[in-house]
């Protein structure tokens, strides 16, 4: 590589003999400054400047680090082949850093002799440093803007002459170099309020409160450059911070109180929170960490206000890209929230009445009984869908009519309740009214109401008519055998669902341990009384997610989610369910171990296949039940609690459909009993609690890990990760188990083609 000529020879006529050294000096710096007032940007004056130092000083390589206020470094721009690329260091770290923060000039002879020296941009650019002369970039104001520094002089060492002329140099660039970074910063505060207006004219022009959350939190994260993002609102009715979305989160709403953790505290002080190291503040809950598996760095939280200065929410922004939140985020984010307040307000507004709106259009048209609305011309305006069926009528046929011309001939009755509401503006009922639709007599409870405005106008009347025909009254006796659920359906299809049919269900087994044993220290009565308080505990939670009680087994239990009705999250209803079963009885052994009473233990299975539904039974007795495969696995899992020393274990169908989180692991391959194929089961841990199951995340990551090297026949690795989790719970009977059976195939090796699958003799 050609030496790079001097400026003086490159851009000066030859010198006249006799010229003094300050003239040639001189020269040298007016040629300087008139090559760098000629580039357009700082790195074309960079890279012109570090050409200049190199030929004029005689070194191998030079350079500029500038330093960046906002986050304390000093930045240099290294040019490797065709790829320019920045280093970065802390403004006061190494021989560049001291020359920064002390304005010294320094020559350093030998660089790795000197503790002030970072060998680590050598290891990043793959250069040798031997000797350094780095002086301080000072502007006319005596302010330290950056270093200037020469790296091992070619022949002989660096001299004071050097650094005379070094930082003759460094004091004319410094005038370029100020007035370039003020126009950089000029443009970028420019740019940034462009994007800024944008940003706001984005989010505010959107009124759905879904979309303008989705658009906060990715305009923030994005104008941040932070890991995560979330846009807490209020709801002044339950007293929480809650979100539709977080970047970062998915999809999911979170609700929290109002007054707890970060969030909590800026939403009830109104005060800012910027925290550089989040788990060193006391009021950061890690919980939700060890919950997502997220590790939370840095932290910025500021209040969002409405034009009043009321506090409707809080904007978080977490993990800024390349280090802590600055003093300039904040302000960005107070601005930025400060104009969407109104968005925000407006479009939670809207979503309330929408929600106001669809709940009550919802709720009529979930309703059984009949709702008509009439203006205050008589006019039939609306009529849900009970309504309709009941009248045995098309919308059309009743919807803008006048009520004289549909409740006519045996109906007119109708009109006279009507006018006598209309005239007193009092409620009118009459009890088991007989109508007629479509030829087909109806037995009916109607109620006429006034509708009257706020200020007590008169907008018309609404009748309600309760169904008490036949149909009705075999509902009401139905319901008292099978579930309410089951007998909508058998109403409204006939006996085709009694017949029998294909579905996708989750069934769930549920077993009390070691029954005989407790029932034979109890009477008959005694026995017969804890099944019915036990059961009525156990339905209750299995009804209240959706489930269908299918049969009591003895002391055990069999239901289903998805039969009669499917939903989107079966498999997530019977995972609740179960799960709300185990912290029901946990509860209920607290009260019958306070009346001096033994505690009552359980196990549940659930598993996700397809399974036959129908009337199965004898024309003397039938009854509505599934049979299947998917039901013979359930009751096998539920069977398999006792061999894992588990309460709760579910199905790979089961697990592989779960859209909710939930903490759990995987516990074995099994081939159960009766079935030749292996399954996967899990065990789901949420009904436990710090006290009941210390350090639980922890422990499911060292069975986890044991799990992985059992498979493949570790056997010592294994056992010293259950091992490990077992001293973080001494309680988890399940690591003991692979501890023992670590032993037991140490000793006893498995045949070659053993895939880790473990036989269930038991049923």
């Not at 994007?195 to 305009?219: A, G, M, P, R």
Request: one cysteine or more.
């Amino acid at each position: 590589m050609p030496k790079t000529k001097s400026v003086l020879q490159t851009s000066q006529p030859r010198v006249a003999r006799g010229t003094s050294k300050h003239q040639l000096r001189a020269e040298l710096l007016l040629t300087i400054i008139r090559t760098l007032a000629r580039c357009d940007t700082v790195d074309a004056v960079i890279a012109q400047l570090v050409d200049i130092l190199c030929a004029e000083l005689g070194a191998e390589r030079c350079t500029i680090f500038l330093n960046d206020a906002r986050t304390q470094e000093l930045y240099a721009r290294i040019l490797q082949g065709e790829a320019l690329r920045e280093i970065r260091i802390l403004n006061s770290r190494g021989i560049a850093g001291h020359v920064f923060t002390t304005g010294e000039n320094l020559i350093v002879h030998d660089v790795y002799a000197d503790k002030r020296f970072e060998p680590s941009v050598d290891m990043r650019t793959g250069f040798v440093t031997e000797s350094i002369l780095c002086v301080p970039i000072t502007t006319a104001k005596d302010e330290i803007i950056g270093v200037a520094q020469a790296l091992n002089k070619i022949a002989g060492r660096f001299t004071e002459a050097d650094e005379e002329l070094l930082v003759a140099i460094a004091t004319q660039a410094s005038v370029v170099f100020e007035n370039m970074l003020f126009a950089e910063d000029i443009q970028r505060n420019r740019h940034q309020e462009m994007e800024f207006l944008n940003l706001v004219t984005n989010v505010t022009s959107e009124i759905d409160l879904k979309v303008v959350l989705h658009k906060v939190v990715s305009e923030v994260t994005r104008m941040l450059n932070a890991d995560r993002s979330t846009l807490f609102l209020n709801d002044e009715k339950t007293h929480e911070l809650f979100t539709e979305v977080g970047v970062g989160l998915g999809a999911t709403q979170i609700r929290l109180p109002n007054h707890l953790g970060i969030a909590g505290t800026v939403f009830t002080t109104g005060e800012t929170i910027n925290l550089p190291h989040a788990y060193a503040d006391m009021r950061f809950n890690p919980a939700t960490d060890k919950t997502t598996g997220y590790f939370t760095r840095s932290l910025l939280c500021v209040p969002v206000s409405n034009k009043s200065g009321k506090i409707i929410g809080v904007t978080q922004a977490l993990n800024k890209v390349g280090g802590p939140f600055t003093p300039e985020d904040e302000a960005r984010l107070h601005a930025f929230t400060a104009q969407i307040a109104v968005a925000l307000e407006n479009a939670k507004l809207f979503n309330d009445v929408e929600n106001m709106k669809n709940y009550n259009e919802s709720m009529l048209e979930s309703m059984s009984n009949a709702v008509m609305t009439l203006d205050e011309n008589g006019k039939i305006v609306t009529c849900n869908a009970a309504g309709l069926r009941i009248m045995r009528t098309p919308p059309d046929a009743i919807l803008q009519r006048q009520a004289h011309d549909f409740f006519s001939g045996t109906n007119a009755w109708m009109l006279e309740k009507l006018h006598r509401v209309e005239d007193t503006q009092l409620p009118d009922t009459i009890i088991d009214a007989e109508m007629q639709f479509a030829g087909e007599k109806v037995s009916v409870n109607v109620t006429v109401l006034p509708l009257r405005s706020i200020e007590h106008k008169k907008l018309g009347s609404m009748i309600m008519m309760e169904d008490i025909s036949n149909e009705k009254r075999m509902k009401s006796t139905m319901s008292q055998y099978m579930d309410a659920a089951l007998v909508d359906q058998v109403l409204e299809s006939g006996h085709d669902v009694l017949s029998g049919k294909s579905v996708i269900s989750t069934i769930l087994f549920s077993d009390i341990r070691s029954f005989t044993t407790l029932s034979e220290e109890l009477s008959a009565p005694g026995t017969v009384a804890l099944l019915n308080e036990y059961f009525t505990i156990m339905v209750d939670c299995i009804q209240r997610h959706g489930g269908m009680l299918d049969k009591f087994i003895g002391d055990g239990i069999m239901a289903a989610f998805g039969i009669p009705v499917a939903h989107d999250d079966d498999e997530d209803r019977a995972v609740r369910a179960a799960i709300d079963m185990i912290k029901a009885l946990l509860a209920w052994n607290v009260e019958r171990l306070a009346q001096g009473k033994k505690p009552v233990n359980m196990g549940i299975g659930l598993n996700t296949d397809e399974v036959v539904s129908g009337n199965i039974g004898s024309p003397k007795r039938m009854d509505y039940t599934l049979i299947g495969d998917g039901v013979n696995v359930a009751a096998r899992l539920e069977s398999a609690c006792k061999e894992f020393a588990a309460r709760i274990l579910i199905g790979e169908n089961t697990y592989r459909k779960l859209r909710g989180t939930y903490r759990i692991r995987e516990v074995d391959l099994v081939v159960v009993k009766g079935k030749t194929e292996p399954v996967v089961v899990y065990e789901v841990l949420d009904y436990y609690t710090d006290e009941t199951f210390p350090n639980l995340m922890e422990v499911v990551g060292y069975f986890k890990d044991g799990l992985q090297k059992y498979r493949v026949r570790q056997w010592d690795s294994a056992s010293t990760a259950f091992q490990t989790a077992l001293r973080l719970n001494p309680h988890d009977k399940l690591s003991q188990i692979y501890i023992e059976r670590c032993g037991y195939l140490k000793a006893n090796p498995p045949e070659a083609d053993w895939q880790g699958v473990w036989i269930m003799q038991s049923k």
